[in-house]
């Protein structure tokens, strides 16, 4: 080999980047993974879903870091989930044999095990005979640290400052470079098991995984089958709800319950712009709507284990922007300062690529409508609060009694100028409202006068200033006329009746103005400036949220066809980014929760109207 050149095989004719949409989600439920039909992990962030990158390929084809597994012969792929489970199965058609990819992380009971946040890729040949390429390319910290590696028999170890991995391999590997790379052939009903492994601090490399790789499948499968099986839906799309489910608790954070917007960072809302941000934090409203959707299958644990994070970890002081953040770390922490990484190139060009969030201090009212609406239907589905939970919402909806009508950033977290948000009073009445509800219900103490009175005229503000006369419609904020798509959630939050004459004038003019082919822009940055460039996609909850306005205002057929059409935007395994491009590519971080927990929702309601 002539010096400083590479054994890695020449692959001109392969893209550099696949869609977002070609991409399947394995995890732990502490960090994961994306898996592309090309048999490449291209994200994956070691030891937590906000840690830094060890694979980022994604976000930069060169200088990300990436560990392909694929036949070394040009195929047709396939990809789909082992059933009711998220082991994720890609299948590679040759002309001479046909090969799958097992990979998956195993759930473990024992954390110290768990600190290995252990990634098994299980290649088998399943007809014929074909032969494997893998390369393992790790870049350490989103690619700004350098790596040493080294070869211990079966462990390939590559070892940064800070971590430090172990690459388990049944067949030959060998060094090139900072990389490792193996070819082998397989011929029918052989396989081959590679897993990369966490080590140091006491956790050693494990012996060569071959036998100990089948255990652990069948460990994982039946852990997954098993917390599916409590699911109570039985309704007419059990698949899709069900793969909703299943994502939704691959992206809680195990050790303290919080969920994540989604597992990524600075995947576009529109290619080659600017919306790029770091959704692997916790919003409060993202979390709070998604333990609603597990409470309506049944899922109390999860929903508990929120609770318990909220009350361990958030705690509300008061300060500029109220006594909540709309969002913290995972682990509860409240900075998470942004940066913007100028040597990655962004997805397709794409950038900038941004780690943390500028927005965490932005005042957004309608977080603690979302949080008390939770909090109240965990006390009706879950288990009675807590005085100490009952203590903390009255400072809650004192201080909302308080501040309701300050302009805020809204739900969209605008960065132009803040504005008397419709949604954002909206919620406000939600936060007073189901808070009366559970005083009401358990008999609690509340200053029941005060809220009600705040209650009533938030109530008479928004149908006094939030409704157009012009337009006819509920519009996104006082004194102008631009619609917004966060208005659909005024019946579901049973603010407005989803029959009331002022509702089916707006539901027929957001049809008009935002909705195309079932899609839903959230608003129209041309006529309501949110102090970004470019433009950006149909936003995928406000789909949803659609579907279920048109149910619950009796449009039954019209809601269906529009769900139905929205489940074609899916992708392969039914998972859903934040946005949908012009020609029905996904967009945006992925896969995004909010969109998850949406569909469950809109599943349910359609159901119902359908009977």
Known sequence: MVAGESLRPSRADAPRYIPIAEHGLIGDMRTAALVGTNGTIDWYCCTRFDAPSVFASILDADRGGSFELAPDVPTRTKQFYFPDTNILITRFFADNGVGEVQDFMPIVDDSREADRHRLIRRVLCVRGTLPFIAWVAPRFD????????????????????GLTLSLTSSVPVEI???????????????????????????????????TE???????????????????????RWREMVHRSALTLKLL??????????????????????????????AWVRDAAFCIYALLRLGFTDEAKAFVHFLSGNVRPEACAAGPLQIMYGIDGRSELPEEELSHLEGHLGSAPVRIGNNAVKQLQLDIYGALID?????????EPLSSEHWDAIGHLVDWVCENWDQPDEGIWETRGKTQNFLYSQLMCWVAIERAMRIANHRGLPADMVRWGRTRDTIYRRIMDRGWSAERKAFVQHEGDTVLDAAVLMMPLAKFISPTDPKWLSTLDVLGEDLVSDSLVYR??????????????????????????????????????????????????????????GRTGEQIGNFPQAFTHLALISAAFNLDRALG
């Open 142 to 161: 989103y690619g700004r640290r350098t790596h040493t590696v080294s070869s211990h028999g079966c462990h390939t170890v590559f070892e940064s400052p």
């Open 176 to 210: 090139d470079g900072p990389d490792a790379w193996s070819s082998f052939k397989l011929h029918e009903g052989d396989a081959a098991v590679f897993a990369l492994d966490r080590i140091g601090g006491g956790l050693e490399p494990r012996a060569c995984p071959a």
């Open 213 to 235: 790789a089948e255990e652990l499948f069948g460990a994982t499968v039946r852990y997954w089958r098993s917390w599916l099986s409590h699911s109570r839906y039985r309704g």
């Open 252 to 281: 809680i954070y195990a050790p303290t319950g919080a969920i994540v917007a989604a597992p990524t960072t600075s995947l576009p809302e529109q290619i080659g712009g600017e919306r790029n941000w770091d959704y692997r934090y």
């Open 374 to 382: 939770s909090l109240y239907l965990y006390d009706k589905w879950g």
């Open 523 to 580: 608003y129209d940055p041309r006529s309501s400036p949110d102090g970004l460039r470019g433009e950006e996609g149909t936003f995928s909850i406000c789909s949803f949220w659609y579907v279920e306005a048109l149910s619950r205002a009796g449009r039954v057929d019209e809601a269906r066809l529009a769900f139905e059409k929205m489940l074609t935007y899916g992708n392969h395994l039914g998972l859903y980014a934040e946005e949908i």
